[in-house]
């Protein structure tokens, strides 16, 4: 399945899920990443990690292994 | 109406809302205080109280409070925050709570009001940033979300000042209303661990988005935008979502760029740590001026006797070379303000993230490493907002490598010794090179330990997620006042310190033999003073102490003299500076750094003709500096924010036995290289 992380740059997406099972899942829900959400990918630093996404009027860097769990 | 003190307690009022929402900013404006608000989210770690200015006549104490994203805490710090909000260690509960919500950001900071609603609390919304708002062409009624919420919305213009009044006038009628006041609910409220509800609350919020925000007309000037204010032409009713910032999407293309962010990144480091040294050179020299002629005019006023001595040595000379530092640290404070408040940080958070993670850091652990560059104590505690404990442990321990500005003194005179006067760009690039050290040697320290704590435990929770807030033209009002206040702090803090070490070591270069003899034979009266200070020095307490240290002193090229200073300068670092004035009996010709470097250059060792003072040992007492943990409040700091005092004795025993190597294996180094 495609996830946030598979996005190329300015490419924008809705949001299936976020992987229950992951630390971070309560967080991503809590700012804002919830399932019917729009996000666009924004920039890729040197290493590809940390991503930045566009989300609710927001800017967010988030890692790659945190965005690998968000479906799209 | 107004609430009056008849329940014999004051009303207690808290500001509480996402990072970066303004809170501090608010918090300031009706507390009359000059707390530091910058634009990074968790510039705020710590709870601060203060009585609301007697201007609004309502008697309470108002609370400014850490960020927080929702009211179900992710780590042990966001939990003492929260708890703390729920009911305050000296203040109990508070009676209303003002929540500071980003207008341009409205729903996801909508949520903890919601959340905050939930928990029975009285709220005043307060909308923040409503000047960006208007930029993304929206406008926000805040009639409309007051009646969704059934609370009190005001818009605040946090230039003007403008909706200040009007939250007092809420907050005021929710006091006089709620004299039976229902019971919070504390935050195993069941709803908030469920998902669904979570959910639930976001759809909820996404509905309020719709009704309350409305799309304006784009061609207008900014400031014909805010006079337009709520007039606005509707344009459009149809919902729209909100999008970052425009200037901010462009200008991160630049600064997260694949190649050219990371180049920036280092030339901006670079800029800043350099121009500490260029910029602050000539007034420098002024202040060094400045205090020699104080100096000089109390010896001719008070002449060669012990007080004339006392004075002039002990308290003008003492302290004032510490002080003719100040603008180097004043200047380290703006930058890194200007920069702070820029929202450039986040970013270099960001694309440090990666490199830090290897070593066992998060990008998180950026922004207290930089500060920790001006004062290793509020860094310690900015290292609050790194959610996992072992990583926050861990740049916690390393914070005392970062190069603080109380090392400046130190490194500017030494420099100085090294350097001719003539080659400041020279002088500039040693101190930029020293920085370089400080950093590389806290990364391999911090891999060396991730490296040993790995192998015996392998928890993975470690997590990454920063907002990215909007660039803004810093205000340069606010980073002078926050520069001035921690310039002042500095000296506060450090100034009777080392007044009173100064006083010490002055008492023990002076005593016993006060009166020394010296062949006078021939000399003049100027030279009969030098030969008696040093004699005085040479057969003083001091001596004595120094003798006993000096065999420690010896592998590094260094003499008694220096001993007692390095001592010294475990109190504070800068004390290291005034205790050679002392020790080295400054006698005022030219302006008083002058005059110590030329005392340096002809300090030679008791039984002999050899300098002490040489490219080598000077290089390794800089080496020494940079390692060693010579701080007092660090320490202190580092036992309160870890819970107890291993990690401070493990970074003063590590530390200084490092520094001790190092400085040992440079001196040792220069000298096979035929650098004596
Ligand atoms: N444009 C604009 N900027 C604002 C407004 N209010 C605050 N700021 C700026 O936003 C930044 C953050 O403000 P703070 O008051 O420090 O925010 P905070 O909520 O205390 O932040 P934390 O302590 O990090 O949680 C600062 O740079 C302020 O100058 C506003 O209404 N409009
Ligand atoms: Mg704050």
Redesign the interface.
């Given at each position: 399945m495609k996830t946030a992380a598979d996005l190329k740059v300015n490419e924008t997406a809705i949001i299936k899920r976020i992987d229950?099972s992951h630390?971070?899942y309560?967080?991503?829900?809590?700012?804002?990443f919830?399932?019917g959400q729009?996000i666009t990918l924004?920039?890729?630093?040197?290493?590809n990690?940390?991503i930045?996404f566009?989300i609710?009027?927001?800017?967010?860097?988030?890692?790659k292994e945190?965005a690998s769990h968000i479906f799209i | 109406m107004n609430y009056t003190e008849t329940e014999n307690k004051i009303p207690l009022i808290a500001i509480a809302g996402q990072p970066n929402s303004g809170k501090t900013t608010l918090f300031n404006l009706l507390s009359g205080r000059n707390s530091k608000t910058v634009n990074y989210p968790g510039s705020t770690v710590e709870y601060s109280v203060a009585p609301l200015l007697p201007k609004f006549s309502l008697k309470a104490k108002v609370i400014d409070s850490p960020g927080i994203i929702s009211l179900v805490p992710s780590s042990i710090d966001e939990k003492i925050s929260i708890d703390t909000l729920y009911s305050h260690p000296e203040l109990g509960k508070p009676d209303v709570i003002i929540v500071t919500v980003d207008a341009s950001q409205l729903s996801r900071h909508l949520f903890i009001a919601l959340q905050l609603i939930e928990s029975k609390f009285k709220i005043v919304v307060v909308l923040t940033m409503t000047d960006l708002l208007l930029k993304k062409n929206f406008n926000i009624s805040a009639k409309k979300l007051s009646e969704t919420l059934k609370c009190d919305v005001v818009k605040l213009d946090n230039r003007t000042g403008n909706g200040v009044n009007e939250i007092v006038k809420s907050v005021n009628k929710i006091l006089v209303s709620s004299h039976n006041v229902s019971e919070v609910h504390f935050h195993s409220h069941p709803s908030f661990d469920k998902d669904d509800l979570l959910l639930n609350s976001y759809d909820a919020i996404g509905q309020i988005e719709k009704d309350v925000l409305y799309k304006v007309q784009s061609q207008l000037s900014e400031t014909e935008l805010l006079k337009a204010n709520e007039k606005l032409v509707v344009l459009n009713s149809e919902p729209a979502f909100l999008k970052p910032d425009e200037l901010t999407l462009k200008l991160d293309r630049i600064f997260l760029h694949k190649f050219w962010g990371l180049i920036i990144f280092f030339i901006v480091m670079f800029i800043l740590f350099s121009s500490i040294f260029y910029v602050a050179a000539p007034i420098m020299d002024l202040v060094s001026e400045g205090i020699s002629l104080l100096s000089g005019y109390t010896v001719t006023l008070l002449g060669d006797t012990w007080y004339g001595n006392l004075i002039s040595q002990g308290v003008i000379n003492g302290v004032g070379s510490v002080l003719v530092f100040l603008p180097q640290i004043l200047i380290l404070f703006l930058l890194l303000g200007l920069f702070e408040d820029s929202g450039y940080l986040a970013r270099g958070a960001m694309l440090i993230d990666k490199p830090l993670s290897l070593i066992g850091l998060n990008g998180r652990s950026f922004v207290p490493m930089l500060s920790g560059f001006a004062c290793a104590i509020p860094a310690i505690m900015a290292t609050r907002t790194i959610p996992n404990r072992r990583e926050r442990l861990l740049t916690i321990f390393i914070i005392p490598l970062m190069s603080c500005s109380a090392r400046l003194p130190v490194y500017a005179l030494l420099i100085a010794f090294l350097i001719p006067a003539d080659k400041p760009v020279l002088g500039g690039l040693v101190l930029t090179f020293i920085y370089v050290i400080s950093v590389f040697s806290s990364v391999l320290i911090a891999s060396i330990i991730h490296k040993i704590v790995s192998k015996y435990s392998r928890r993975k929770d470690s997590s990454f997620i920063l907002e990215l807030p909007a660039y803004r033209k810093p205000k340069l009002s606010n980073v002078i006042r926050n520069s001035y206040r921690n310039a002042r702090h500095y000296i506060v803090k450090a100034g009777p310190v080392i007044l009173m070490l100064s006083l010490l070591i002055w008492v023990l270069t002076y005593f016993p033999n006060t009166e020394p003899q010296v062949d006078e034979t021939g000399k003049t009266a100027d030279e009969i003073i030098l030969l008696k200070n040093s004699e005085r020095v040479a057969t003083s307490f001091a001596a004595d102490l120094g003798k006993m240290i000096e065999p420690v002193m010896k592998p590094l090229g260094l003499d008694w003299r220096v001993g007692v200073s390095l001592i010294a300068a475990f109190a504070a670092r800068e004390v290291f500076v005034s205790s050679l004035a002392l020790i080295f009996k400054v006698t005022d010709d030219g302006d008083l750094q002058n005059s110590i470097l030329s005392s340096m250059r002809n300090a030679t060792f008791r039984d002999s003709d050899q300098k002490v003072f040489t490219i080598s040992s000077t290089a390794g007492l800089i080496v020494f500096f940079v390692f060693a943990l010579q701080c007092i409040s660090t320490l202190a700091i580092s036992r309160k924010e870890t819970g107890s005092w291993k990690v401070p004795m493990v970074q003063l025993f590590v530390f200084t036995l490092l520094a001790y190597i190092a400085a040992l294996i440079t001196v040792t180094g220069f000298r096979f290289f035929g650098m004596a």
């Amino acid at each position: 399945m495609k996830t946030a992380a598979d996005l190329k740059v300015n490419e924008t997406a809705i949001i299936k899920r976020i992987d229950r099972s992951h630390p971070s899942y309560r967080r991503l829900l809590e700012i804002g990443f919830t399932p019917g959400q729009e996000i666009t990918l924004l920039n890729r630093t040197l290493f590809n990690d940390p991503i930045s996404f566009s989300i609710r009027g927001t800017i967010f860097a988030i890692r790659k292994e945190e965005a690998s769990h968000i479906f799209i | 109406m107004n609430y009056t003190e008849t329940e014999n307690k004051i009303p207690l009022i808290a500001i509480a809302g996402q990072p970066n929402s303004g809170k501090t900013t608010l918090f300031n404006l009706l507390s009359g205080r000059n707390s530091k608000t910058v634009n990074y989210p968790g510039s705020t770690v710590e709870y601060s109280v203060a009585p609301l200015l007697p201007k609004f006549s309502l008697k309470a104490k108002v609370i400014d409070s850490p960020g927080i994203i929702s009211l179900v805490p992710s780590s042990i710090d966001e939990k003492i925050s929260i708890d703390t909000l729920y009911s305050h260690p000296e203040l109990g509960k508070p009676d209303v709570i003002i929540v500071t919500v980003d207008a341009s950001q409205l729903s996801r900071h909508l949520f903890i009001a919601l959340q905050l609603i939930e928990s029975k609390f009285k709220i005043v919304v307060v909308l923040t940033m409503t000047d960006l708002l208007l930029k993304k062409n929206f406008n926000i009624s805040a009639k409309k979300l007051s009646e969704t919420l059934k609370c009190d919305v005001v818009k605040l213009d946090n230039r003007t000042g403008n909706g200040v009044n009007e939250i007092v006038k809420s907050v005021n009628k929710i006091l006089v209303s709620s004299h039976n006041v229902s019971e919070v609910h504390f935050h195993s409220h069941p709803s908030f661990d469920k998902d669904d509800l979570l959910l639930n609350s976001y759809d909820a919020i996404g509905q309020i988005e719709k009704d309350v925000l409305y799309k304006v007309q784009s061609q207008l000037s900014e400031t014909e935008l805010l006079k337009a204010n709520e007039k606005l032409v509707v344009l459009n009713s149809e919902p729209a979502f909100l999008k970052p910032d425009e200037l901010t999407l462009k200008l991160d293309r630049i600064f997260l760029h694949k190649f050219w962010g990371l180049i920036i990144f280092f030339i901006v480091m670079f800029i800043l740590f350099s121009s500490i040294f260029y910029v602050a050179a000539p007034i420098m020299d002024l202040v060094s001026e400045g205090i020699s002629l104080l100096s000089g005019y109390t010896v001719t006023l008070l002449g060669d006797t012990w007080y004339g001595n006392l004075i002039s040595q002990g308290v003008i000379n003492g302290v004032g070379s510490v002080l003719v530092f100040l603008p180097q640290i004043l200047i380290l404070f703006l930058l890194l303000g200007l920069f702070e408040d820029s929202g450039y940080l986040a970013r270099g958070a960001m694309l440090i993230d990666k490199p830090l993670s290897l070593i066992g850091l998060n990008g998180r652990s950026f922004v207290p490493m930089l500060s920790g560059f001006a004062c290793a104590i509020p860094a310690i505690m900015a290292t609050r907002t790194i959610p996992n404990r072992r990583e926050r442990l861990l740049t916690i321990f390393i914070i005392p490598l970062m190069s603080c500005s109380a090392r400046l003194p130190v490194y500017a005179l030494l420099i100085a010794f090294l350097i001719p006067a003539d080659k400041p760009v020279l002088g500039g690039l040693v101190l930029t090179f020293i920085y370089v050290i400080s950093v590389f040697s806290s990364v391999l320290i911090a891999s060396i330990i991730h490296k040993i704590v790995s192998k015996y435990s392998r928890r993975k929770d470690s997590s990454f997620i920063l907002e990215l807030p909007a660039y803004r033209k810093p205000k340069l009002s606010n980073v002078i006042r926050n520069s001035y206040r921690n310039a002042r702090h500095y000296i506060v803090k450090a100034g009777p310190v080392i007044l009173m070490l100064s006083l010490l070591i002055w008492v023990l270069t002076y005593f016993p033999n006060t009166e020394p003899q010296v062949d006078e034979t021939g000399k003049t009266a100027d030279e009969i003073i030098l030969l008696k200070n040093s004699e005085r020095v040479a057969t003083s307490f001091a001596a004595d102490l120094g003798k006993m240290i000096e065999p420690v002193m010896k592998p590094l090229g260094l003499d008694w003299r220096v001993g007692v200073s390095l001592i010294a300068a475990f109190a504070a670092r800068e004390v290291f500076v005034s205790s050679l004035a002392l020790i080295f009996k400054v006698t005022d010709d030219g302006d008083l750094q002058n005059s110590i470097l030329s005392s340096m250059r002809n300090a030679t060792f008791r039984d002999s003709d050899q300098k002490v003072f040489t490219i080598s040992s000077t290089a390794g007492l800089i080496v020494f500096f940079v390692f060693a943990l010579q701080c007092i409040s660090t320490l202190a700091i580092s036992r309160k924010e870890t819970g107890s005092w291993k990690v401070p004795m493990v970074q003063l025993f590590v530390f200084t036995l490092l520094a001790y190597i190092a400085a040992l294996i440079t001196v040792t180094g220069f000298r096979f290289f035929g650098m004596a």
